[in-house]
């Protein structure tokens, strides 16, 4: 099984300002299947980027991946209010898929 | 607009079964695989379970190997998970994904159904 390792737990951050995740994996992840997804409470996931670098439907462009093999990130180029939230990696290359245990971007 | 509706979700005893149903619209539901995955309260995603289109093949998270099932409805356009010998820790917000079209990456979510497990 693949472990993914989220950094840091919480990241106190202002409006504006750039926000870098990073997520670690205990083996390469198969082709690069690595996601992101952002969760705010109360609601299901929202899927922002897979394949490592590509942006899903609808996900506004200062939201960015990139990394390969074992360490990837997600950039925020700059905070806007609704981007506040945890942040999820996820492989699924190789069953069992599996999740990080998240990075919380909260408001400084 | 693809759209997922989940249900089944109670209040069980330890040892218990649990039958969850996630209802899709807006796709043409035989053509993608589909996930379940689960957030116990106050914790992180975990993925449970996967089945292909055609049921053809199926993959469990082995906290769940031997007590849950996993089936889908082609015809009626739903996805099922039988969950037998339910454990405290199986307590958690249960959600169904739809995959994208070539990879098992859960797309699109549906709003989860809470299931807890307590005597």
């Known amino acids: 099984e693949i472990v993914l390792t989220q950094s840091p737990g919480t990241l106190s951050l202002s409006p504006g300002e750039r926000a870098t995740l990073s997520c670690r994996a205990s083996?390469?992840?198969?082709?690069?299947?690595l996601a992101w997804f952002q969760q705010k409470p109360g609601q299901a996931p929202r899927l922002l980027i897979y394949g490592a670098s590509g942006r899903a439907a609808g996900i506004p462009d200062r939201f960015s991946g990139s990394g390969s093999g074992t360490d990837f990130t997600l950039t925020i180029s700059r905070l806007e209010p609704e981007d506040f939230a945890v942040y999820y990696c996820?492989?699924?290359?190789?069953?069992?898929?599996?999740f990080g245990q998240g990075t919380k971007v909260e408001v400084k | 607009e693809v759209h997922l509706v989940e249900s089944g979700g109670d209040l069980v005893e330890p040892g218990g079964s649990l039958r969850l149903s996630c209802a899709a619209s807006?796709?043409?539901?035989?053509?993608?695989?589909m996930n379940w995955v689960r957030q116990a309260p106050g914790k992180g995603l975990e993925w449970v379970s996967y089945?292909?289109?055609?049921?053809?093949?199926?993959y469990f998270a082995d906290s769940v190997k031997g007590r849950f099932t996993i089936s889908r409805d082609n015809a009626k356009n739903s996805l099922y998970l039988q969950m037998n010998s339910l454990r405290d820790e199986d307590t958690a917000v249960y959600y169904c994904?739809?995959?994208?079209?070539?990879?098992?990456?859960?797309?699109?979510w549906g709003q989860g159904t809470l299931v807890t497990v307590s005597s």
């Open positions: 089945i292909s289109s055609s049921s053809s093949t199926i």
């Open positions: 996820h492989q699924y290359g190789s069953s069992p898929w599996t």
């Open positions: 807006g796709f043409i539901f035989s053509d993608f695989s």
């Open positions: 994904a739809r995959t994208g079209t070539v990879t098992p990456l859960s797309v699109f």
């Open positions: 083996q390469s992840v198969s082709s690069n299947y």
